[in-house]
């Protein structure tokens, strides 16, 4: 049948590569289907990558994405995360992790994330790193920090390490 030749998803948090693959069942949307990006909470590391289509794609998370290891996400340039205006996008968690976690975020829209906390955007814990390249970021909305909000834990504490290249904030 037509359905079986389209490529199934070998989205798992839990592996080394994952892509988002376009849709393998009849009527799902380009990358939004049930355990697609929007069917886990959690990233658990590795590198993250779209085959959405040639065009544009928009997919809105109902739940923050908690990335609790090293983590990379390239959107291709094609991809806008949206928090919908009713949650946080991504949430970088140190888990007590002695260094931390390195969160990158490349070619990527990240959008209408919003927190009642810390960024609406992004929220990244003590002693992690967060590296943005050629991404924007629009409309996120937070207690402290729209886009992106990083947290230390006191005086001597190492903080958080932010890099942002080719990036826009509005």
């Known amino acids: ?64 994405k908690n990335i609790t290891a090293n983590t990379t996400i390239d959107g291709g340039g094609l991809v806008t995360i949206s928090g919908g205006n009713s949650t946080r996008v991504f949430h970088v968690q140190n888990n007590n992790n002695a260094s931390g976690y390195a969160f990158v975020i490349r070619n990527l829209k990240v959008v209408n994330g919003r927190s009642a906390n810390n960024g609406g955007g992004i929220s990244v814990e003590r002693l992690s790193s967060l590296t943005i390249e050629n991404s924007t970021f629009s409309g996120n909305v937070g207690h402290n920090g729209g886009a992106i909000a990083t947290d230390g834990w006191g005086a001597n504490d190492g903080g958080v390490a932010v890099t942002i290249t080719n990036s826009t904030f509005t």
């Open 1 to 64: 049948s037509q359905a079986s030749q389209r490529p199934k998803t070998t989205w798992n948090s839990g592996a080394v590569t994952n892509v988002v693959n376009n849709p393998y069942n009849a009527g799902e949307t380009f990358c939004t289907g049930p355990a697609r990006f929007t069917g886990d909470t959690g990233l658990t590391g590795g590198s993250v990558t779209f085959n959405c289509g040639v065009n544009p794609v928009t997919i809105t998370v109902t739940s923050e």
